[in-house]
């Protein structure tokens, strides 16, 4: 600095000056906002469709849901009484026409599910077509999950030690979450109402004392950022 | 930090464990440029002989909100996906206090003593053996206080929503309070810097 004249900015006074021009653009701005536009690339959804990268099995879901997993959330689409009758542990029932209001974050993960599946895939491109970039749907819906995850079928008898061990831990799974094994004629037999609703149990939960049906038993998520 | 993309499953558990050590290692070490390794250091906050806390803290709030406002606006960063921590009011004022309690007692915060032990400081060491205490004790007594950790919930908030005020705006006071926060510091920094703590000057 010379004497006499004005002293010169710091670096310290430019990047306050700085920060102030960018704060006023951002007044001009208003709104940084997500634009509001709803983008919709038709072959990347269809890229998604044909690599079924938008699937999350009964088996997967199950283990998920053994190991505690917090990070996803469970949307149950059908009606209310089907709802109350039974959903798999943890999820919340939000009808398709309620999903614009329901408090779903785009960052987070959605897993959707209805009886057979039909529900869920169109609740997933309603979903998609408003940029949520992380929504799945459970493969076969609630009836795949009952055949796959609540009542595995019972190998042969001349089934191989891998499909025996394989069928040990699905039937101990299945226990967990108040089903049971069945024969493999059980299927076919008229014997098919063995597909009741088991209580809503989620392993971990102490199979006495179960959480009352429909109450929607998920908790607040944790997580750091 | 590596939300969403390990939520969304870009990559795994193992992967998302590199990425958190990257980070914190970076953090840790940009802590430790600023001074913050020093319980002196960040203790002289609290007499306001040293506003570095405050400085290096807010000048990384105006990089990273003016950085997303801008990303933002531009399009390269979408909004929405940034994980904003749900707010319990009250639970969190009382943590607040709690934690600030402990910096000014302890000279460290979590992070910093952590910094601290990487250079082989001893207060730090029994700092974070009192983090690890602490974190037993509230794990044991969890049944107690979960009721009031876990109310007065607000859900998740940002500042335009309270205040109804549009983003830019919001921006351009919190750049104008950091500007100003900076002078007031500096004035501060003349008036306190020749005391030590406890003697008059």
């Given at each position: 600095?010379?004497?006499?004249?004005?002293a010169r900015w710091t670096r310290n006074q430019k990047l306050a000056a700085g920060a102030v021009a960018l704060g006023l653009?951002a007044?001009?701005?208003?709104?940084?906002?997500?634009?509001?536009?709803?983008?919709?690339?038709?072959?990347?959804?269809?890229?998604?469709?044909?690599?079924?990268?938008?699937?999350?099995?009964?088996?997967?879901?199950?283990?998920?849901?053994?190991?505690?997993?917090?990070?996803?959330?469970?949307?149950?689409?059908?009606?209310?009484?089907?709802?109350?009758?039974?959903?798999?542990?943890?999820?919340?029932?939000?009808?398709?026409?309620?999903?614009?209001?329901?408090?779903?974050?785009?960052?987070?993960?959605?897993?959707?599910?209805?009886?057979?599946?039909?529900?869920?895939?169109?609740?997933?491109?309603?979903?998609?077509?408003?940029?949520?970039?992380?929504?799945?749907?459970?493969?076969?819906?609630?009836?795949?999950?009952?055949?796959?995850?609540?009542?595995?079928?019972?190998?042969?008898?001349?089934?191989?030690?891998?499909?025996?061990?394989?069928?040990?831990?699905?039937?101990?799974?299945?226990?967990?979450?108040?089903?049971?094994?069945?024969?493999?004629?059980?299927?076919?037999?008229?014997?098919?109402?063995?597909?009741?609703?088991?209580?809503?149990?989620?392993?971990?939960?102490?199979?006495?004392?179960?959480?009352?049906?429909?109450?929607?038993?998920?908790?607040?998520?944790?997580?750091?950022? | 930090?590596?939300?969403?993309?390990?939520?969304?499953?870009?990559?795994?558990?193992?992967?998302?464990?590199?990425?958190?050590?990257?980070i914190?290692?970076g953090f840790g070490f940009f802590l430790e440029r600023a001074g913050f390794g020093s319980a002196r250091k960040l203790t002289d906050q609290f007499y306001l002989k040293d506003m570095a806390v405050f400085r290096v803290m807010f000048t990384a709030i105006v990089t990273a909100m003016l950085g997303l406002f801008y990303?933002?606006?531009?399009?390269?960063?979408?909004?929405?996906?940034?994980?904003?921590?749900?707010?319990?009011?009250?639970?969190?004022?009382?943590?607040g206090?709690?934690l600030g309690v402990g910096f000014v007692?302890g000279g460290y915060c979590p992070g910093t003593s952590l910094v601290a032990?990487?250079t082989?400081k001893?207060?730090a060491?029994?700092?974070?053996?009192?983090?690890?205490?602490?974190?037993?004790?509230?794990?044991?007594?969890?049944?107690?206080?979960?009721?009031?950790?876990?109310?007065?919930?607000?859900?998740?908030?940002?500042l335009?929503?309270?205040?109804?005020?549009?983003?830019?705006?919001v921006v351009l006071l919190v750049v104008l309070m950091a500007v100003g926060g900076f002078w007031g510091a500096a004035a501060l920094e003349r008036r306190f810097a020749g005391r030590g703590a406890?003697?008059?000057?």
């Open positions: 600095m010379s004497a006499g004249r004005p653009g007044l001009l701005i208003g709104d940084p906002g997500d634009g509001g536009r709803v983008t919709l690339d038709a072959r990347e959804l269809a890229a998604l469709v044909e690599g079924e990268v938008d699937h999350v099995t009964p088996d997967e879901l199950a283990d998920w849901i053994v190991a505690g997993r917090q990070d996803f959330r469970l949307v149950d689409l059908r009606a209310e009484a089907d709802y109350a009758a039974y959903h798999v542990p943890g999820a919340e029932r939000i009808p398709i026409t309620g999903l614009e209001d329901a408090e779903l974050a785009r960052n987070e993960k959605i897993v959707l599910y209805s009886q057979e599946g039909i529900h869920s895939a169109q609740a997933w491109f309603l979903l998609k077509a408003r940029r949520y970039p992380a929504v799945y749907i459970l493969l076969g819906g609630l009836a795949q999950w009952q055949e796959q995850v609540l009542y595995p079928v019972r190998p042969e008898a001349g089934a191989g030690a891998e499909e025996r061990a394989a069928f040990e831990r699905a039937a101990a799974r299945a226990a967990s979450f108040g089903g049971a094994a069945r024969a493999a004629a059980a299927g076919l037999a008229p014997a098919v109402p063995a597909l009741v609703p088991p209580p809503i149990t989620a392993p971990g939960v102490a199979p006495t004392a179960p959480p009352p049906a429909g109450s929607p038993v998920k908790k607040k998520k944790k997580e750091g950022c | 930090m590596n939300a969403p993309l390990f939520k969304f499953g870009l990559f795994g558990d193992e992967f998302s464990l590199v990425v958190a050590f990257l914190g290692i990303l933002g606006w531009l399009g390269w960063v979408d909004l929405s996906l940034v994980y904003v921590s749900p707010t319990f009011l009250w639970p969190q004022v009382a943590g206090l709690l007692v032990l990487a082989g001893l207060d060491l029994a700092f974070v053996a009192g983090i690890f205490a602490g974190i037993f004790a509230i794990g044991e007594a969890w049944p107690a206080i979960s009721g009031f950790a876990e109310s007065s919930a607000l859900g998740r908030l940002t335009p929503e309270v205040l109804h005020l549009p983003a830019g705006l406890g003697e008059g000057s």
